[in-house]
């Protein structure tokens, strides 16, 4: 029987592995290698002498996470937050171990669900999260069923919730194999960071304190802002004000491209009304210029709200590493609801205006709003096409593409007081863009261009073993390149998700796009916010024939040019099967690869007519967005104004929530709000 090792290291090795090893090797039909995940670089010539005295060889697993998938061809990294952690909260919350420690009182606000989210967050790239660990069973039962073999020892670090790993791994002829008391913090960096986010306040200091050493050399950003740290902006307390939790697009021209304040452009809503955070000098200078309310980036408060605090529970030795864990998310619930309400009470701040929902942290940020009568309101960034634990949030108050986003949103355990039907947020751009997208036209058709294409990327990380990798987003570049090259009458037109790193992620297609580049058929978006690239996916659609996005399991830029009628195309190279896209017609609109897609588009611009249908997204684009009326960022603006209207005239929350919605339903149809 083969033994694989999640984390080997020398003493590990000698007190536990090489005794199995060696009785393996006793046994009628030794295996000839084991395997481990990862290995120390000690552990590694530990292994190396002692193998070769005892006969024994172990070699490192070799995987890319892109090549691990199921019998359907989903891709297991989807289907676990999908499917597989849905299964293991249920067993998680069956459990006597969660028993135990539950309590009532985790019901009367959103610390139930905080805990729980808390518990089954972090993505597979995240060591000791539990996708990381189911992900590495996964992985091994793959290669156990790739060698002929039927089942193997995995020695796992034990770790919370054992018994329901016991149970995964059973039934794919895994028997698991405890190490050692799993090392909750596997580095003093990240430990660290675990135990300050329990002190938003300190945190939110510290991180200032990072970003300012940067940005003064950055920005020349050195002018007494430590003085004002604690102090700006509190003084403007008494204005009702919307806190905006952007992505760092601090777009301040309504322009089509990303911004932060996109709403704001396209609503009756003042800039006074609306607290932002700058990270450096000449943000804040912008910000200012426009009449925006604004906080640095490490504002702290100066005392403790008191709030009703969750009871942290007496761990008890049967269950110690549980205990732990649920002890550890309550404290931080209480931490950082105290943080967030005496912040909304110094800052006069009636309503959180966020994107992000996919961790637990926003929950404790919600129910610290409603305490001090305030509300906390998401809006949809991002097109889910199935269900994801990641997704599940509480709020008062959601902005939706539509009925069917609200469905997913309820599969994947959300609770929303107020779900509003909105449309695509960015519905309005189009008209903005169109310009600026004949301006680019001409300048590829001037060097020969007759047809173009727009390619759309993702971002990538280093290493292929925990994320889709570098040669994924390679291939989004390589084979349209190759085409360019060849084809004189073709161009391309690149959004990059990032660009800042993309020319390092690309490697040697990085020279290929150079090349690329000098023929003038090629253009690159460079332009950059704090994070991402600025350009709307929009304007290189608009510019382009075709738009391809290849990767099916993302697609909201796909989704942006299909509802202006662009032909979109959409390639399935991970395993999504369970997208709603996969709706749309195969041959075209899905494709399996690059190749098949750039067939299919060379075919269409090379007939006549083109392929009938081509790209046509008319069969559920409905069900996506059912006003596709470029209002949509109108309609959020305009409903973020009736609550702080209401609050201005001095009403009650409860009152404001349900005044907005029955002016909104007036307005665009009762059948657009939904109302827990």
Not at 45 to 54: E, S
Not at 666 to 671: C, I, Q
Request: charged share 25%.
């Amino acid at each position: 029987m083969t033994l694989y090792i999640e984390t080997l290291s020398g003493k590990k090795f000698l007190s536990r592995i090489l005794f199995h090893a060696f009785i393996e090797k006793l046994s009628s039909n030794p295996v000839k290698t084991h395997y481990y995940i990862e290995a120390s670089h000690r552990a590694k010539m530990v292994v190396r002498i002692l193998g070769k005295i005892f006969g024994l060889q172990f070699e490192e697993l070799e995987f890319e996470l892109r090549n691990i998938k199921d019998d359907f061809g989903e891709l297991i990294r989807l289907r676990i937050h999908r499917l597989d952690l849905f299964k293991f909260q249920a067993k998680l919350l069956d459990s006597n171990e969660f028993k135990t420690f539950s309590n009532p009182e985790w019901l009367k606000n959103s610390s139930y669900d905080f805990i729980l989210k808390g518990l089954m967050k972090g993505s597979i790239n995240e060591e000791n999260s539990i996708s990381r660990s189911l992900f590495i069973i996964e992985v091994v039962a793959w290669h156990i069923k790739k060698n002929g073999e039927e089942n193997c020892k995995l020695f796992f670090e034990n770790r919370p919730w054992w018994k329901i790993y016991i149970a995964h791994a059973e039934k794919l002829g895994i028997v698991l194999k405890p190490i050692s008391l799993i090392n909750e913090d596997p580095s003093l960096q990240s430990y660290m960071i675990e135990k300050l986010k329990q002190f938003p306040r300190f945190f939110s200091f510290l991180k200032y304190l990072k970003n300012y050493t940067y940005l003064r050399v950055k920005d020349e950003y050195n002018r007494n802002v430590e003085a004002t740290i604690f102090k700006e902006n509190i003084q403007n307390n008494k204005t009702s004000k919307i806190f905006v939790f952007g992505r760092g697009d601090l777009n301040l021209t309504n322009n089509g491209h990303h911004s932060d304040f996109f709403w704001v452009f396209n609503s009756p809503i003042l800039t006074k009304n609306i607290l932002y955070q700058h990270a450096s000098q000449e943000e804040k200078n912008k910000l200012k210029k426009y009449g925006f309310s604004i906080i640095n980036n490490a504002i702290g408060n100066t005392r403790t709200y008191k709030i009703n605090k969750i009871e942290i529970p007496t761990i008890k030795k049967l269950y110690k590493t549980e205990g732990k864990k649920i002890s550890e998310l309550i404290k931080s619930y209480n931490a950082n609801k105290s943080y967030w309400a005496q912040f909304f009470h110094e800052q006069g701040v009636q309503v959180y205006f966020t994107w992000y929902k996919y961790d637990h942290m926003h929950m404790a940020i919600a129910d610290a709003a409603k305490e001090v009568g305030g509300i906390f309101a998401v809006w949809q960034m991002a097109f889910d096409g199935f269900k994801t634990i990641d997704t599940k949030t509480r709020a008062h108050l959601a902005f939706n593409f539509s009925s069917w986003s609200i469905e997913i949103g309820k599969k994947s355990q959300s609770s929303i007081d107020y779900n509003i039907i909105s449309g695509y947020p960015k519905d309005y751009a189009a008209p903005l863009l169109k310009a600026e997208a004949r301006k680019l036209r001409s300048k590829l058709e001037s060097n020969g261009a007759r047809k173009i294409v727009f390619a759309i990327d993702e971002n990538s990380l280093d290493d292929e073993r925990w994320h889709t990798g570098h040669i994924l987003q390679q291939e989004n570049y390589y084979h349209i390149l190759e085409k360019v090259l060849e084809t004189p009458w073709l161009g391309v037109v690149f959004k990059p998700k990032v660009a800042k790193t993309l020319r390092t992620r690309l490697g040697d297609v990085a020279t290929l796009l150079t090349k690329a580049e000098k023929t003038g058929r090629c253009y690159v978006f460079q332009a950059s916010g704090r994070h991402t690239t600025m350009a709307s996916p929009l304007v290189a659609g608009l510019s382009a024939d075709v738009c391809i996005h290849g990767h099916l399991s993302a697609g909201t830029a796909a989704l942006e040019c299909a509802l202006e009628k662009l032909p979109t195309l959409l390639i399935d190279r991970e395993g999504a099967p369970s997208s709603k896209f996969y709706e749309l017609p195969k041959g075209k609109v899905i494709f399996k690869d690059w190749p098949e897609a750039l067939d299919a588009v060379m075919e269409h611009f090379q007939s006549e007519k083109g392929i009938p249908g081509f790209g046509d997204w008319t069969s559920i684009i409905d069900e996506l967005d059912p006003f596709r009326d470029g209002k949509a960022a109108y309609r959020m603006g305009n409903y973020l104004n009736q609550l702080i209207s209401g609050f201005e005239k001095g009403l009650d929350r409860k009152a404001i929530l349900e005044n907005a919605a029955e002016i909104y339903a007036k307005e665009w149809g009762s059948d657009k709000i939904v109302i827990a």
